[in-house]
């Protein structure tokens, strides 16, 4: 049989119980947050918001108690992280750093590195972005061009970074880079640095998306001195561990949840007694949620166990975007109305958002043609 | 799962994949019954394996004994376990008799009405009963039937009704059953608390998400040995990215049909958790239509022959969607709760399950 598995989702009762909890804070802490906001899911930024969930102790929640003092486990990681979501809650100020810029350093992190790091992105003040793309380099991320090249002391990075989100307002950046070989070798001779983004020679110029957003960047570094102490792991081990990052960066809820602020604006104004029409098209889609996080739920059960969930989450992943991208178009055949950016009507605003965001969904943190290929892998194909 | 649970599942499994060769599952098609293939089921008790033990049966826990049905599902075995594990089922949680050798139950669809009068000392039933699963080679039929606004579960042998044969697209009997006979008290009996003519389609329901989940792991294996083996233009098919695409597809929708029949299985009982049942059927249904069509493709026209085996597992899919409730019936059920949730409580209604 070659189908891929997904262990059975482990209960607990302690996450149940974090879940009320969530449940309450986010009541009172979002209760003025209209439709519109939570629309932004994930890209929502809110330094305070960060900061007070820090001080709940929802931030860097799997960490030892030496670096973030919670030690909970995966599975209440995941019930705050999908009460967030669900909520419309503006977490992207901490959310990289969280997800995968944190939990990179624990792995491979020097112990003054984590030591710097780690709690002040457990109090919710030090944010990161991720340094992957270049203007040469989307999909392939082997062929980055951006170089560290020794000097006394450290490195000298020359290059460029594109599609930075929130590298404007990030402390750090997790920077992929050649520090040997050549681009020919492709993997071999990568590397990743821990950079300061105040370091001189750093020009950061925000790009204003399709939808109107300023949430990413072009990151250009020129003759940009970073220390040798700011190397991450193994020189030249960049590649096995970028690999290792984006499988955080895929595991979660917030690549099944993006849209949902829109698919409870739609529930509002169908009201308790929708046609029989809208009943079969709103209990698909809630179907299809509910059997995703099912299978989201068997993914942090793996993180749990310390499994490598790699290949389950590029799944989850291509199968949630999808969805995220079906809402909207859910929406238009049920409700008569017209997408309005900034109109005071919610579901028309949250419409508008969503409608023009959604192409992004299957783009960012791997297309959906780069999953489908980690999946055919998975089946042996490739 | 427990040990023993999954020794039975491997030795069920070795069952499966020896007795269930094409041959077998084209004979079946033509209408042949497999009596030795059946009689090793019974032999190894994975015919009562929803019975509890004090009434004969082996008395696993419904979610273990259901993945027998996803087995049964992935080697498209042409005999009514899954149908005889649920009617022993709800005849042992009712009390009544569960009688040796293959049983069936009747679908609670809106239109299969039976009227249950009380005579002198006992009971008469009357009704039609449409596409009952085996029913032509079944030893009972359990049935809801109302009497007084009360479900009543009634065992009906064969010199109790007539049918006229008909059978779904996999040529698996459904046939339609008239019912017009004397029922006597020990054949009928109240069902457990809470047990209607829902819970029974939705229990119907549940087995058939597993039956999908099986079946469409099936297709998925069969459609990437297949474009392994292929070769076009020099190599493999399976090395094309646009195959490779569409078998990631597959393989997505077979995930998430085995995560929904997770749902189905964990959900079934006497007090069915029928919205969780509803997604896993849907879901399942949904991945199926998705799972037959990309197989197909991949298959090319060798998969669209007869002599091919590929069709056993489609057309069983594409039937098996849509008995027990098709996706629209349950997505309203579905969306019904969602607007009953509200706005604020869809969120929790989703976690809830």
Redesign the interface.
């Known amino acids: ?4 598995p ?1 262990p ?1 989702p482990p209960t607990s009762d302690a996450a149940e119980a974090l ?1 009320h909890e969530v ?1 309450a804070f986010l009541r009172e802490t979002l209760a003025d947050r209209p439709p519109a906001e939570r629309a932004l899911s994930w890209t929502g930024y809110d330094a305070d918001f960060s900061r007070a969930l820090a001080r709940k102790g929802w931030i860097a929640m799997t960490w030892p108690k030496e670096y973030g003092e919670h030690e909970r486990s995966a599975l209440e990681r995941y019930v705050v992280l ?2 967030l979501l ?2 419309g809650a503006p977490v992207s100020a901490h959310w990289i750093a969280d997800r995968q810029s944190g939990p990179l350093l624990l792995r491979y992190g020097t112990e003054e590195q984590r030591r710097e790091i780690l709690p002040r992105i457990a109090a919710g003040e030090c944010y990161f972005c991720i340094g992957m793309s270049e203007p040469d380099s989307g999909s392939d991320l082997a062929g980055a061009r951006t170089r560290a090249t020794p000097v006394e002391g450290g490195f000298r990075v020359n290059g460029t970074k594109l599609w930075t989100t929130n590298g404007h307002r990030a402390h750090y950046m997790i920077l992929f880079c050649r520090t040997g070989g050549n681009t020919e070798d492709r993997h071999g001779g990568t590397s990743q640095l821990l950079v300061d983004l105040s370091s001189p020679g750093i020009t950061i110029r925000p790009i204003r998306d399709m939808s109107g957003l300023e949430d990413f960047n072009e990151i250009v570094f020129q003759d940009v001195f970073v220390p040798e102490s700011a190397v991450i792991g193994e020189l030249g081990k960049g590649w096995d561990q970028v690999m290792g990052e984006l499988a955080y960066e895929r595991s979660g809820p917030d690549r099944w949840l993006s849209s ?1 602020a829109l ?3 739609l ?2 104004h ?5 046609s ?1 029409r ?7 889609i ?10 989201s739920r ?1 993914v942090a059960g793996m993180l749990e166990r310390g499994e490598n969930p790699a290949l ?1 989450a590029s ?1 989850v992943k ?2 949630g975007t999808g969805v995220e991208q079906e809402i909207p178009e859910i929406v238009r055949q049920l409700v008569d109305i017209e997408a309005a950016p900034g109109s005071g009507d919610q579901l028309s605003a949250v419409l508008a958002h969503t409608l023009m965001y959604a192409p992004a969904f299957s783009l960012r943190g791997g297309t959906r ?1 780069i ?3 980690i ?2 892998r ?5 | 799962m427990s040990d023993t649970t999954t020794i039975l599942h491997d030795t069920a499994n070795r069952l499966f994949a020896d007795t269930v060769s094409a041959s077998e599952l084209a004979r079946a098609a033509e209408g042949a019954w497999l009596p030795a293939q059946w009689q090793q089921l019974e032999e190894l008790g994975l015919t009562t394996a929803l019975v509890p033990e004090d009434a004969g049966g082996a008395g696993l826990e419904p979610a273990d004994a259901l993945g027998l049905v996803r087995l049964a599902g992935y080697h498209g075995l042409p005999l009514p376990l899954a149908e005889t594990l649920l009617a022993g089922w709800l005849l042992a949680h009712a009390g009544l008799p569960v009688l040796e050798g293959p049983l069936t139950i009747a679908p609670a669809r809106t239109d299969n009405e039976l009227r249950l009068e009380r005579t002198g000392n006992g009971w008469r039933l009357r009704g039609e009963l449409d596409r009952v699963p085996w029913a032509r080679h079944a030893a009972a039929i359990a049935a809801l039937a109302d009497h007084d606004g009360q479900p009543l579960v009634c065992l009906l042998t064969p010199d109790g009704y007539t049918l006229d044969q008909a059978v779904n697209l996999a040529g698996e009997p459904r046939d339609t059953v008239q019912v017009n006979c004397a029922l006597q008290n020990a054949h009928v009996a109240p069902a457990p608390e809470g047990f209607g003519p829902q819970q029974l389609q939705a229990a119907g329901a549940a087995l058939r998400a597993l039956a999908m989940a099986g079946a469409i792991d099936r297709v998925l294996t069969m459609s990437v040995n297949y474009a392994n083996e292929r070769k076009q233009f020099g190599r493999p098919i399976g090395k094309f990215q646009a195959v490779q695409q569409n078998l990631a597809v597959l393989a997505s929708q077979a995930a998430a049909a085995g995560a929904a029949s997770d749902i189905a299985a964990e959900a079934f009982g006497a007090a069915p958790d029928l919205l969780a049942i509803a997604v896993a059927k849907v879901r399942t249904g949904e991945a199926a239509g998705s799972a037959a069509g990309i197989a197909h493709q991949v298959h090319g026209a060798i998969g669209f022959t007869e002599e091919h085996s590929l069709h056993f597992f489609t057309k069983r899919l594409w039937s098996w969607r849509d008995e027990f409730g098709r996706e629209a019936e349950w997505n309203r059920l579905v969306g019904q709760q969602a607007a009953d949730a509200g706005a604020d409580g869809l969120w929790p209604l989703i976690a809830s399950v």
């Open positions: 049989m070659l189908s891929i997904f059975k879940r449940r999908e009460e669900a909520a949902f698919l409870a604006e529930n509002r169908l009201g308790s007694r929708p029989e809208a009943q079969e098209l709103l209990g698909r809630t179907a299809h949620l509910v059997v995703l996080r099912r299978l068997s389950q799944l291509d199968l043609e999953l489908r290929g999946i055919a998975g089946l042996g194909l490739r």
